[in-house]
């Protein structure tokens, strides 16, 4: 049996095995944190040097087909993922800059076409100044739904209710969405109230709500407030 001094000794070294545990375990953390945050920014780069090699690849079947709508909207849009920024999911000024000669050389060959048309209009960030573009386009090919949420994103904009609501008849007429999909806004929409906004981020958040809304009436009080479509002055201030 250990007399009262081996006990002192043995409850002095418990809170230092104790202390040296907690270290080791803090240290053990702050490693597998670093370890994760190198793997992710190593996942980054490869998604983006992966793009930038996409690009290239489409870059030469423009230059094989230079009259090829399907190469001309392959290479846009395999150059936009190359140009937005991994951290950021910004454009920078020198790649926009690309992206802008892009879409001149673009004019060169296919001027008037579907694909150059509505490559403009998402160049331009969706902006509602270059809405005749995005006509344009829709003119070209009225059964393609690639410009179907862009007319209904218009129509949220610019306050014009009735034509996100014809697209959004079209969008869902054109099966885009799964019933997953739907599923999961019909839920969200459901669990909010009737007044006040729900704030969106992304098109799959976004355009199945609308769809909710427009055709199946679900929660239709609700304001759905994509957040990309913020940086329209007139339509922040509509919100706000």
């Known amino acids: 049996m250990p007399d009262n001094h081996e006990i002192q000794r043995m409850n002095l070294k418990i809170p230092v095995i104790l202390l040296l545990m907690l270290t080791g375990m803090s240290s053990l953390g702050q490693t597998e944190t670093k370890s994760a945050a190198s793997y992710e920014a190593k996942e980054k780069d490869a998604l983006n040097n992966e793009a930038a ?18 190469a001309w909207q392959n290479h846009y849009d395999l150059s936009v993922g190359a140009a937005v920024s991994a951290d950021s999911k910004q ?24 694909t150059y048309h509505y490559s403009t209009y998402v160049n331009e960030k969706h902006n509602p100044e270059f809405f005749e573009s995005l006509d344009a386009a829709y003119k070209q090919q009225p059964n393609n739904p690639a410009t179907y949420d862009d007319f209904m994103a218009y129509g949220q904009i610019t306050n014009d209710m009735d034509l996100r609501k014809e697209f959004s008849q079209k969008l869902e007429a054109a099966n885009h969405y799964t019933e997953a999909q739907m599923d999961y806004s019909f839920n969200v929409l459901q669990s909010c109230g009737t007044e006040g906004f729900l704030l969106t981020n992304g098109n799959e958040d976004t355009y199945p709500a609308f769809i909710e809304q427009d055709v199946r009436n679900t929660n239709n009080t609700l304001q759905v407030v994509n957040l990309d479509h913020l940086v329209d002055e007139n339509y922040a201030k509509q919100v706000y």
Do not use: C, H, N
């Open 91 to 114: 454009i920078s000024a020198g790649e926009q800059e690309t992206l802008d000669e892009i879409l001149r050389t673009m004019e060169q060959y296919i001027p008037g076409s579907f």
């Open 53 to 70: 090699k996409l690009s290239k690849i489409s870059f030469g079947q423009v230059v094989e087909s230079p009259l090829s709508e399907e």
